[in-house]
């Protein structure tokens, strides 16, 4: 595939850059992850039955939905700086609103509201990130989605352990919120501005089609996979390997920092045996931990499983976006929108086909059907050349 990069105006030095795109990337882990010790918190102060909730809950995957493809064109337009700063700082004021919220259709809007913003941050990042990594000429993708798996781990933790101090449910929110504020504040000087658009560039949403579409479909079935991991493995080691419910949530946690390490060390891994080869090595090792933990009736093999998916997948969304924003003819900041909402489908309405399919049949036949389908990624893989 001949590729065609975007000319670019004057920016900072690529090292201050390449610092703020990863302190963006935990930026938006942090403000993700800090949502989820605060909704026990919201479940119990507005009485809410476990339906209910869920069907609030989807007020955060619509809003990032529909902000998506709408930021991938205000994006192309005015600079992922300018999005990324404004975003940012939509996102912190998010979650005071969510600890505040007083009712059913005020939790609804600041999720919603929450969404919007991240899905922003989200597209907006990922276009920037490109064009370091064009700048840089080297693999640099999966580093910066290992900053934001670590954003998600600390976020989650560091929620916890403000509320674990006794701290009110607002001024936690505020402390994280001020802490993310200050990064962006700090930090959006020294992104790249906009990028000026090569001939045959377009700063118009299309449906997605051809390799578009393609990467888009890949980013499905992995952000699927992860949402299986998010919704399931808990339920699958209790109920189908006996495992304490104490003890259920260590496969989901063991699944995260193998994903973390994974793209931590992920560039290292592009660079020296190339995109194709890590999609298809990385998609079939996630697929083999799928059936392993389907097939052996031992626990241990089961955490080993979502262990392995957790490094096989790691590195396919980082090397799908990076591939997706160097498609000629395409505006970069378009195509990965588009494949990023493509993947939030997967990972919103991945979880919900599994739970249907396991109904009918049974949760280790759906969760081989996951690893199958990332069998079809592996074989794939060379969408990305």
Known sequence: MQIRVPTVTDGPPLAAATRATRLTFLVSGIGMAAWAPMVPYAKARLALDDATLGLVLLAFGGGSMVAMPLVGVLTERFGSRRVIGIGGLLLCTALPLLA??????????????????????????????????????????????????????????????????????????????????SIIITQWRHLIGRIAAAAGHSAVFRWPRGLVLLLGLVCFVSFMAEGAMLDWSAVFLRDFRGVSAASAGLGYAGFSVAMALGRLTGDRTIARFGPVASVRVGAATAAAGLLIAAAVPWPAAAMLGFLLVGLGAANIVPVMFGAAGRLPGVSPAVSIATVTTLGYAGLLSGPALIGFLAHASSLPIALAAVGGLLIMVSIAARVVR
């Open 100 to 181: 505040l919220a007083p009712g059913i259709v005020s939790l609804a809007l600041a999720l919603l509201y929450f969404g919007m913003a991240l899905g922003a941050v989200d597209v907006a990042m990922n276009a920037h990130a490109v064009e370091v990594e064009r700048r840089a000429q080297r693999p640099l993708m999966s580093g910066f989605h290992g900053l934001f798996s670590v954003g998600g781990l600390s976020g989650a933790a560091g929620m916890s352990a403000l509320l674990a101090l006794g701290l009110p449910l607002m001024v936690a929110a505020l402390v994280i919120a001020g802490l993310l504020a």
